[in-house]
């Protein structure tokens, strides 16, 4: 198993500019998340999916949309680009049971916006 | 609004040492914490989680949950050099199982 998978790795913005952010896993979990970390912070929660075609916002959505049309799949669009965007995005994903939350972590998107 | 805060250190001990890391939460409804470890540009790594109050001991790593203080810690004995990252600290709650995280402890383990 490849686990999450993100592309791409890095990417230069400039203001105004639209993007797409992949994210593929194989582990046939149910539920996905994006979050973004800025320097010298936590993570902070953008969106979430518990299934193919539910999706929800989390702590800071703004700027940003989401679809989940299968399992294995959660693109987190960014429109209209602005430097508060700057940051590393991490999608994750679970398979939530009685006995275990663990959320496995792709190996994150480090975008840019000029 | 759900917080997780940590000591924010940067923290530093000598190799051997236990390094201790701490967290607290305002959310009475998380129900599950998390320690992930983060190296430099990395993702995190989760490497303890703790459901029930008390201790959970994996390694060189105990994990403590205190629910009514509202307080997480994580012990690193025998820390060594390779342990040097940011711990962030996170806690879990709602239908969709969302994490709020702290901002992390950086640690550094000098030889």
């Known amino acids: 198993n490849a686990g999450v998978t993100q592309t791409p790795k890095f990417r230069i913005l400039k203001i105004g500019q639209s993007m797409t952010l992949q994210c593929t896993q194989d582990?046939?979990?149910?539920?996905m998340y994006w979050y973004r970390q800025d320097p010298g912070m936590g993570l902070k929660l953008i969106y979430y999916?518990?299934?193919?075609?539910?999706?929800d916002k989390g702590e800071v959505p703004n700027g940003y949309n989401v679809s989940r049309s299968t399992t294995e799949d959660f693109p987190l669009r960014l429109e209209l680009a602005a430097p508060s965007q700057t940051s590393v995005y991490f999608c994750?994903?679970?398979?939530?049971?009685?006995?275990?939350?663990?959320?496995?972590f792709g190996p994150g998107t480090r975008l840019t916006v000029l | 609004q759900k917080e997780v805060e940590q000591n924010s250190g940067p923290l530093s001990v000598p190799e051997g040492a236990i390094a201790s890391l701490n967290c607290t939460y305002s959310?009475?409804?998380?129900?599950?914490f998390f320690w992930y470890r983060q190296y430099s540009g990395k993702s995190p790594e989760l490497i303890m989680s703790?459901?029930?109050?008390g201790d959970k001991e994996d390694g060189r790593f105990t994990a403590q949950l205190n629910k009514a203080s509202q307080y997480v810690s994580l012990l690193i004995r025998d820390s060594q050099p390779s342990d040097s990252a940011t711990y962030l600290c996170?806690?879990?709650?709602?239908?969709?199982?969302?994490?709020?995280f702290g901002s992390g402890t950086q640690l550094t383990v000098l030889p």
């Open positions: 994750a994903s679970s398979y939530p049971l009685a006995s275990t939350d663990t959320q496995y």
């Open positions: 582990m046939n979990h149910n539920y």
């Open positions: 999916s518990v299934g193919a075609g539910i999706t």
């Open positions: 959310d009475r409804g998380s129900q599950s």
């Open positions: 703790i459901y029930s109050n």
């Open positions: 996170a806690g879990i709650a709602g239908s969709a199982r969302q994490l709020t």
